[in-house]
């Protein structure tokens, strides 16, 4: 795996999880809506992280 994402990419990766957490637990972590909305947050977490995203490389896109 190479980093398909730039560091702008990367911080808004990280303000998205941050809005789901809230979304997550303002819905309740039991309901529907906040389980998706925790995946979402995990998710972009790891992808910010990694620097790597799936769907960037499945599509040959790059930020970088």
Do not use: K
């Amino acid at each position: 795996m190479h980093r398909n994402e730039n560091n702008i990419d990367r911080i808004v990766r990280l303000v998205i999880a941050a809005a789901a957490v809230v979304v997550a637990v303002v819905a309740g972590l039991g309901s529907a809506l906040g389980i998706v909305a925790a995946i979402v947050a995990v998710v972009m977490v790891v992808t910010a992280a990694s620097g790597f995203c799936p769907l960037y490389a499945l599509f040959g896109f790059s930020t970088c």
